[in-house]
């Protein structure tokens, strides 16, 4: 039932004729006590699933506006383990589907095995691992089927055909569609022929394709959710959320409609 509440959550927005919104937040930052109800707060304004970071000392693909909230959380005293006991703790009555997102490191410190089932006791749907390439995914892959959770990969706007075709041939949960060159962070406009690029992956990928990065304002939201099946945001909710702005959240996740 992990893998499933993802794939059931965007069949439900899909037939509904709507485009999927995945928030990214970051776990622990404004203190972890608060998780849970940020988490029921989102799923309230509409998400489809929920993505959130693990905080890591080293992101490497995190821009300010998310390297900040890391901190933050760090300095909290957020770890691997504190973040899925907090959010087991409401496993039972959640409906919205969530997705970690961290790095190999915190993973490979924790034990690949382990960290798989303790996120299936967590009730985690999906795992994002950006550093992770395809060629290594064999690390994780194994103990992620066990558990049931989908390994959600990454399409760079670089990434040749051939390897577009493999990620796509492979993709579950959904295919993350990277449209920027760089790392998170706001964004003010993007790449002519993006709309191609995402179309071309709609039409291969075996999981729906959310565009991802930069992503930004209500309008930003509307114009690639034409091409692919719905988007990530990231920056703009963490920091709406840091500077206690939630009718800016409610807005951009209503957008998608
Ligand atoms: O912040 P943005 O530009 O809206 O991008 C989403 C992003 O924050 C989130 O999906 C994410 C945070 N850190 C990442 C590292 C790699 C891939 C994705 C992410």
Request: aromatic share 6%; charged share 20%.
């Amino acid at each position: 039932m992990t893998k499933a509440k993802l794939d059931t959550a965007f069949q439900t927005v899909a037939d509904a004729g709507e485009k999927a919104f995945v928030p990214y937040i970051m776990a622990g930052d404004g203190g972890l006590s608060g998780l849970n109800e940020r988490i029921r707060f989102l799923a309230d304004c509409g998400a489809t699933a929920i993505e959130l970071g693990l905080p890591f000392s080293d992101p490497v693909a995190d821009g300010p506006t998310i390297q900040a909230a890391g901190i933050r959380a760090l300095e909290a005293g957020t770890t691997v383990q504190t973040v899925l006991d907090e959010v087991a703790k409401e496993k039972a009555s959640r409906t919205v589907p969530l997705v970690i997102m961290t790095y190999l490191n915190p993973v490979f410190a924790y034990g690949v095995e382990a960290f798989a089932s303790a996120c299936a006791e967590a009730g985690i749907s999906g795992l994002i691992l950006p550093d992770l390439p395809l060629e290594e995914e064999g690390m994780v892959t194994e103990a992620l089927k066990k558990q049931d959770i989908a390994l959600i990969r990454l399409v760079a706007l670089t990434s040749t055909p051939a390897r577009i075709q493999a990620l796509a041939e492979r993709a579950e949960g959904f295919l993350y569609a990277v449209t920027v060159a760089g790392t998170t962070g706001e964004r003010a406009s993007f790449v002519d022929q993006l709309g191609t690029h995402l179309k071309a992956l709609t039409e291969v990928s075996k999981a729906p394709v959310l565009a991802g990065f930069g992503v930004s304002t209500p309008e930003h939201v509307r114009e690639l959710s034409q091409y692919c099946d719905g988007v990530v945001v990231g920056s703009k909710i963490v920091d709406a959320l840091h500077q206690g702005n939630r009718q800016q959240v409610k807005d951009l996740i209503a957008s998608r409609k």
